[in-house]
């Protein structure tokens, strides 16, 4: 299994020992891809957690601030911490980023917390669940039901588009993405998906940036629009507060 869940907390767990409202989110990570998994606070001024020594189990998101004594808006801006190396050169290990709520369409460009397919983790593609072939076609059938768990990506392709992946650049309507931002991949067979699908309405396929190193859409298919949570940026810790630096 190239997906394996990281450290967490039960929602009981977490609500008795910390203000803080955790989730966990991963972003599956390469061949020996572990998930990235991402601490979270609210932007209003909760500090960011990270994994316990003792917190073995998935984390359920809470949506109360525990002894904080306040009921959270899930709406608001979220900050979490990356800490795997799938979205590496532009992400990585230990950045922190604010997530905004998506309030317009998305943006093929745009870096993405978004709900991954259920069997996201096993890189199962389609509704009939089936294993796509290295080096044809990336998937392109979208999967029904969204996972519980949550990722960050960036989009590459939107509805109606094109793609064919070559050598980990993305071929988008015929014309290669500007992709200055990634760290390239190669021959690998992951890396190369040539014949070209079609992203279905409604969709957006997904990658990360270190192409030879991230589980996305080239293996459980593309994220209806609705599973989106927010346009993540970059920012800097300046005590319990993350200020945007992009």
Known sequence: MRCTRLCGATASVAASQSATVLETMHTNAGISRAPM???VAVSSGLLAAGCGETKTKTVTVGATAGAAGTTLNLNLEREYRVPSGSMEPTLTIGTHVLARPITSTPQVGEIVVFYPPKEAAAEVCGPKPHIVKLGGAACSEPVPEQASVKFIKRIVAGPGDTIA???????????????SYIRPCG???ECNFPTPIKVPPGHWFMLGDNRGESDDSRFWGPVPTGWI????HPCSRVG???VPTG
């Open 187 to 189: 021959s690998s067979p």
């Open 165 to 179: 992946i070559v050598e980990g650049h993305v071929i988008r309507n015929g014309v290669r993405e500007q992709d």
């Open 229 to 232: 949570i927010g346009v993540a």
């Open 240 to 242: 319990i507060t993350c």
């Open 37 to 39: 998994l991402l601490a």
